[in-house]
């Protein structure tokens, strides 16, 4: 059975069409991960999913029934921004949001305890967030939005500007909760974690759906990418050798200078040519593409400014 299912939903804000069509179903038990530039219209569509925004065209459903017309009691939203209170202790918070949902008494303790210990914040449970450092108060963040247990948890960008380690609890935490029977979709920039949880994804650009499916399927298709990296010599000039528009990434250390390239452009051959004259070449290698290479080639490397 899916949890959600979107089929051809439009927005518009003043004219500007910010999604066309989008259609999306994502099951029980998945984890999906939705991708996108800045300005894409990620955040709109979730907006959409859980009723912020109402006045949209298509249709929504949610665990097989008119969105419109389900409680949003089984859905769980964790936004970019934190939607915590600084002057309320964490256990507090948390209580607070799962009266919301209708939790009372010992039942509300119960999910509060389980809700904290999940993110790892049971023994900071008195202190306020104005005490904690971001990775906690993203922690708490989630804690407040799974206190209900829902079926469908939405997190945008949840491990956004935090330290390596409390990125690492929520990432296992998102597993855990996976593990006991929730759906999750998740937005990131990060493509290493979206590759580390994530079955599938959809690639989002323009207010379109432009890639959807399992990543190894999508690995898969775009496979005839050809993904190169050339070592340089230190101190040859990447851009006096190869046109801007065929460089994905240069990575600069204090012996070589490393590029990878991620344009169907490129037979080694083609690479050679330009390498050799230069005589800047120390070696050469294929490598598959990984997601990230991906997402570039779909969607550009040009920067994108703006919502997401």
């Not at 984890?31 to 959409?48: D, H």
């Not at 971001?134 to 935090?162: F, W, Y």
């Not at 051959?269 to 991906?294: F, Q, W, Y």
Request: glycine share 8%; proline share 3%.
């Amino acid at each position: 059975m899916s949890v959600l299912k979107t089929v051809d939903v439009l927005k518009s804000y003043q004219g500007n069409m910010v999604l066309h069509g989008v259609s999306l179903t994502v099951e029980e038990k998945e984890i999906y991960g939705l991708l996108g530039p800045n300005g894409a219209g990620k955040s709109t569509f979730l907006n959409i999913i859980v009723n912020l925004i109402t006045d949209y065209a298509g249709f929504v459903e949610l665990f097989g029934r008119d969105a419109s017309k389900e409680s949003l009691n089984n859905i769980g939203f964790v936004p970019q921004d934190l939607a915590i209170y600084e002057d309320l202790s964490a256990q507090q918070n948390v209580r607070f949001f799962g009266s919301l949902y209708k939790l009372k008494g010992d039942e509300l303790e119960k999910r509060c305890e389980e809700a904290l210990k999940m993110v790892g914040l049971w023994e900071h449970r008195k202190r306020k967030p104005a005490e904690f450092s971001g990775g906690m108060k993203r922690r708490l963040n989630i804690a407040c939005s799974i206190v209900h247990n829902p079926r469908l948890i939405i997190l945008d960008e949840p491990t956004v500007g935090i330290d390596p380690q409390s990125r690492n609890y929520i990432l296992e935490s998102i597993k855990t909760l996976n593990n006991q029977g929730a759906a999750i979709i998740y937005t990131s920039h990060y493509m290493e974690e979206v590759e580390a949880i994530c079955s599938k994804v959809a690639i989002i650009d323009a207010g379109r759906i432009v890639e959807n499916g399992t990543i190894s399927r999508i690995k898969e298709k775009h496979q005839k990418n050809n993904c190169y990296e050339c070592v340089l010599e230190r101190g040859k000039s990447v851009h006096d050798i190869f046109p801007e528009e065929l460089i994905a990434d240069i990575a600069v250390t204090d012996s070589k200078t490393v590029v990878n390239f991620t344009r169907d452009f490129a037979l080694i051959e083609d690479v050679m040519a330009l390498v050799t004259d230069k005589k800047a070449l120390v070696s050469i290698g294929k490598h598959r593409p990984n997601l990230e290479d991906i997402f570039l080639t779909i969607t550009g490397k040009a920067l994108r400014d703006g919502d997401s």
